[in-house]
């Protein structure tokens, strides 16, 4: 139904350039000797020590690991919330290690879709309206937002809630609003940070499913961060990290 | 969108958003009822002074500088020639409601049947053109001032203060009420009836200038004539006025210009003043300028000035209450800031989570900056349609209650006439200035807001 558009209508204001989507066979992300130190009462502690890999595109990829290795440290410099202390981070080849705040708002606005834990809808709006607010920044039509907010409402099989508010539908719904929400914006990348967390395992292999199909659907790569190995799905691409190592 | 959400958290909020909203109302409340109280002294006491004096005087140069040293050289001579040039001057001519002339004198006064005696200050009017004066309205508020309590036809009447009334000892022939006379001297009549009275009496000139004024209580004014000869007539006290300033009611006596012209001037038609009534309020200005110009156009030696470059008494009264008014609406603003700041600062606490999540979807910092600024607008908003409202309904109670207070410029009393929507601009002044106020308290929260981590906002609970 919808393919990545090589031409994009949103044009930052400040150092970010827009990716050259055309660029064949470069992976989605590509990450090099990363490394992230935090400062906790005058420790320093590394959350990620010379991390490199990469995120092939049109593919999920599972970031997995225990509680505390430093996944969800990884998923954050991929999604652009977070910087590196040293290393590099390309998405689809562009350097994208150092941007300034505006640049790295103006990139995710473009090419990441977020999907969050505890689904983060924004709970004044409803579910018709959450999905529209990614776009806001792009499409000044009303009309024209409302009409894509249904249309990915509806491939998250939710079109009949579009009125309901967030606190009206159940976990498993909510979270099907954030991936229609993450989606809505036709991302290079979707970032999902324990997206299953919250839901009962039998939503959450539906969630899981959701997702692999619509990276399918959307041409779009999917990188989930979990701590639960059980939802990974055959033929995926995994990166374990352990204690701040690829393992 | 931002609107709706906006919107929506503060009907989320309803307890929080209405307590904030209350306090804006009320301090824009009470900046309302007291700056249409301002309003309503900016509007009656220059009518009041307008009435009194008119909107423009015209003053020999030099006058307002030197003219108290030595008054008699800085006449207008020949005042009824200018009267005449100015209302011949086809724009004039319809700008002009009132054009009449005024001697300011001063003297001794003394009642012979007290042996009473002290100085007094006065002016010299035409009865008739200060009774309409005291009906100018121009900017319809429906005050009018009493009548001056002399006719054109009665030339020795007076009018006095009531302190010179009680000096005089003529509270009990006046029928004055709060008023007792000063105690009888009996010595100092004897010695008055020699020195002062006797030469009243003696006074060839005077003549009684109505018939069956000796019904009248009489009082006998001296004044020096422009040539420094003594002069003296004797007047029959029409009524007792209570005057401003304590100062003034102990030694004021208004009489007919021409009682005032015969004391000092004789024939010669000489005036301290002209005093001008500009029907149109909005017109004074360009009313002053073309006067100038006739009066520079004709040669004449003369200058015309605003009431209030005469007399700084309106612009002091005004400038104190508007000072009071800055100093109110300062207090007011400081408490407004602070509920402002205080729940902008809690729904920024509440609402971390969102603002990172708000963020990762990719909105720039302005965009958390400009939600919450919303949010305080429309809360600002909310407290100033509140403080309007109330301020009407509260305005228009008062107003129909018909309270007075005397103003420190006046003898009698003004009605209470809170203007709120009368002056529209200041309305919508008030309300621009809360819903500024509240956008600015809100800005360092809301900065706060916007700098904050993203990853540590996503983290929080």
Redesign the interface.
Known sequence: MNSISTQRSFQPDSQFQPVDLTKAGAPAVRFNNIKKTYTMDRVEVDALADVSGSIARQETTFITGPSGSGKSTLL?IM?L??QPTSGELFILDEDVSRLS??AA??????H?G?I?Q?F?L????TVG?NV???L??RVKSASERREKAEQYLDSVGLADLIDRRPGEISGGQRQRVAIA?ALV?EPTLIIADEPTANLDSKTSLEIIALLDHMKSEFDTSVVICTHDTSLITAGSATINIIDGHTA | MIWKIAFRNLTKNARRSVTTAMAIGIGGFAALLFGGFVTSIWFGVQTSMIQEQGNLQIYRQGYLEFGAANPDDYTIQGWDEVAALLASDPVLNQQLAVITPRIDLAGVAGNAQTGNSKTFIGSGVVPSQIDEMHKWDGWSIGQVSPASGLTDQVLDGVVIGIGMARMMGMCGPLNVADCQDRPVDEDALTEVETDFTSLVNDEAEITDLREGSVERPQLNLMAATSSGVPNIARVGIEAARPQAIRAIDNAYVMMHFEQARGLLYGDSQEATTLMLQVANPDQVDATKDRIQEVLDRAGLDLKVFHFTEVDPTFNRIFGMFTFMFIVVSIVLSIVIVFTIVNTVSMNVMERVKEIGTIRALGFRKGFVRALFLTESALIGLFGALIALSAAVVIANIVNSAGVQWTPPSNATPLTVQLMVLDNPLFAASVVGLLILISVVASVMPTFKAARLNIVESLQRA
Do not use: H, M, Q
């Open positions: 954050n999604g919330i977070d705040d505006k708002a103006d990139f995710r606005s473009e990441i977020f969050f505890s983060n924004i709970p004044v709006l309206e529209e607010f990614p806001l920044r929400r914006t």
